[in-house]
């Protein structure tokens, strides 16, 4: 079963839910944690794991042999995101631009381009306590999480109980890590903002055929509208998590809920049954 | 004019909020809001729309069973695994056009895609440019540098001051798009572990590009002992602290009432992001 935890809104607290999930499972479950928030990877922080294995991520740009290059301009004109340009008699290549989608070092028609890796960040593994942890990290300065994000999705393991931390937003980064997951937690809080970033989530968890649940972080603040949303396009709320200045302490120091206050690992497990059922469903 | 682009790294430390409350300090000044896949600004400023487009871009393969074949080129050579049974995934296909190129029997055309909407709105506070990219859509960045075109043209045909940004958390495409070429980085941190970290990574993004940063630590007495390590970063990083806000329910009281917190309370946060302007536009001005 893979478990995707995402929001729309940042800061909403899937950080929180995705660590404390998988504490709270870890007795009874075999869990992998994957942090697929390679911008803002933050669930090393609370879970300070064993990190036995470092990978460069690269993706393959092209390196023109200037030797076979007659400056045909091919590699330019196939190029969908301007990352060769043909000058006179140079070719400039922008790797920062490249996808590496391999269509000029296919297409030239001097064989000149070769591929060659371009680091755009890392992917790191080991062990937190009882649970198998991945994540990725995005290079400062590189624009490109998606190819980072795959690279920490590839080492899910489908014999486990995945976990998958998100980014904020609802955009290419999001849809990399949520898609073909079984199940979506969309964390929001009661506000007009968590509410109008809740909506553009659900509406980009349908399109990807996910069916989806919410947690409700810092009830209490806000109105109510939120919960009248959620009920009028029949989305569970699974579980909900008080406005306390208590857990945001916790959360300032790098603790996980379900450690601070272990009364929340009952409230954990429940959020997971529900999932299974709704999985099941 | 001098363009000040909000971003924090990580998300919900207050950017939008803060940013409503310039746009209520601030004299004229053009509003942008960069987080072109969650936007919130429009929210508290209750804008008028006044122009919208579409944002074309970008682009999606589709295969005429008619024609195709079925020999399998396409689906061996994409690098994307957008390609399943010779039809294409619209949301895999990162519009390379490698199969298009490729295809023997030319049974592949490539599509511009309907990648968003953007829209120019008349507020209270001035101009807003703003954007919504469509669902599970590519090419933030460039529906970024696109309203950041439209409000940088507008605050000229003006003769504004200011091009004030509301920027989207992380530090990729759209974080980059938005920061590019801008007078001045804004960042928001809140005093967390997770805040600090991410503070870190966006201080290095605008090193990067070369862009001068400030810090605002919101919600600074939630944590003493990190807002104190902050401070410590920053001097170390010659990054100068231009403010440090209190927590108070107040900014997400005036939030529901869809205001902007100075406009909402004359408390210690109003006071303190009214010191934060001045701070900035004397930043800018020198």
Not at chain 1, 104 to 113: D, G, M, Q, T, V
Not at chain 1, 166 to 187: H, I
Not at chain 1, 195 to 203: G, H, Q, R
Request: charged content about 25%; aromatic content about 4%.
């Amino acid at each position: 079963m893979i478990i995707s935890v995402a929001s729309g809104k940042g800061g909403t607290g899937k950080t929180l839910v995705a660590t404390s999930l998988a504490l709270s499972l870890k007795d009874n479950h075999d869990v992998q944690l994957l942090d697929c928030d390679v911008e803002e990877p933050n669930d090393h922080i609370f879970l300070k794991p064993d990190i036995t294995r470092s990978q460069a991520v690269g993706i393959p740009v092209p390196q023109v042999d200037k030797e076979k290059c007659t400056n045909c301009g091919k590699c330019a004109e196939v190029c969908a995101y301007n990352a060769i340009a043909v000058v006179k008699e140079y070719v400039l290549t922008f790797p920062e631009l490249c996808h590496g989608c391999g269509a000029c070092s296919y297409l030239c028609p001097e064989k000149a381009i070769t591929e060659v890796p371009h680091d755009i960040g890392v992917v790191e593994t080991g062990r937190a306590g009882g649970i198998a942890f991945g994540q990725g990290r995005l290079a400062i300065g590189q624009a490109m999480a998606p190819p980072v994000i795959r690279r920490v999705k590839a080492l899910t393991d489908p014999d486990k109980l995945v976990i998958i931390d998100a980014s904020p937003g609802t955009s290419c980064p999001v849809v990399e890590a949520v898609k073909d997951s079984d199940y979506c937690l969309l964390v929001t809080e009661p506000t007009p903002f968590g509410l109008n970033d809740l909506t553009l989530a659900v509406e980009m968890v349908r399109k990807l055929g996910i069916p989806c649940g919410v947690v409700l972080n810092r009830a209490g603040v806000g109105d109510g509208g939120t919960e009248a949303y959620c009920r009028k396009e029949g989305i569970p709320i699974h579980m909900t998590i008080p406005l306390d200045t208590g857990i945001a302490r916790l959360y300032s120091r790098g603790v996980t809920l379900a450690e601070g206050m272990p009364e929340y690992q009952k409230d954990f497990s429940e959020l997971y049954r529900k999932i299974e059922e709704a999985v099941r469903a | 004019m001098r363009e000040i682009v909000v971003l924090s790294g990580k998300g919900g430390t207050g950017k939008t909020s803060i940013v409503a409350s310039l746009a209520a300090i601030a004299q004229n000044k053009v509003l942008a809001d960069c987080d072109v896949d969650a936007a919130d600004l429009h929210l508290l400023l209750n804008p008028t729309v006044r122009e919208e487009n579409d944002f074309r871009s970008g682009q999606v393969a589709v295969i005429d069973p008619e024609v195709c074949t079925q020999c399998g080129l396409c689906q061996e050579l994409c690098r994307f695994d957008a390609i399943h049974d010779y039809k294409v995934d619209p949301i895999a296909c990162e519009g390379c056009g490698f199969c298009a190129q490729v295809c023997p029997v030319e049974a592949i055309t490539m599509r511009e895609c309907l990648a968003g909407r953007w829209f120019i709105s008349d507020t209270k506070y001035g101009p807003l440019v703003n954007a919504r990219l469509g669902i599970a859509e590519e090419n933030s960045g460039k529906l970024v540098a696109l309203v950041r075109r439209q409000a940088r043209e507008i605050a000229e045909r003006n003769g504004c001051d200011y091009v004030i940004s509301d920027g989207p958390p992380g530090i990729g495409c759209p974080v980059i798009s938005s920061l590019s070429g801008a007078s001045l980085a804004l960042l928001v941190t809140e005093p967390t572990l997770s805040g600090i970290h991410d503070l870190e990574r966006v201080m290095g993004v605008c090193q990067h590009f070369g862009v001068k940063a400030v810090v605002c630590i919101n919600k600074y007495d939630i944590n003493e002992t990190n807002t104190a390590a902050i401070k410590d970063y920053c001097r170390k990083n010659k990054v100068e602290v231009a403010a440090m806000i209190p927590f108070d329910n107040i900014v997400t009281e005036a939030l529901v009432a869809g205001r902007s917190v100075v406009e909402y309370s004359d408390g210690a946060v109003s006071r303190e992001i009214k010191r934060l302007w001045d701070k900035i536009t004397g930043v800018v001005a020198g």
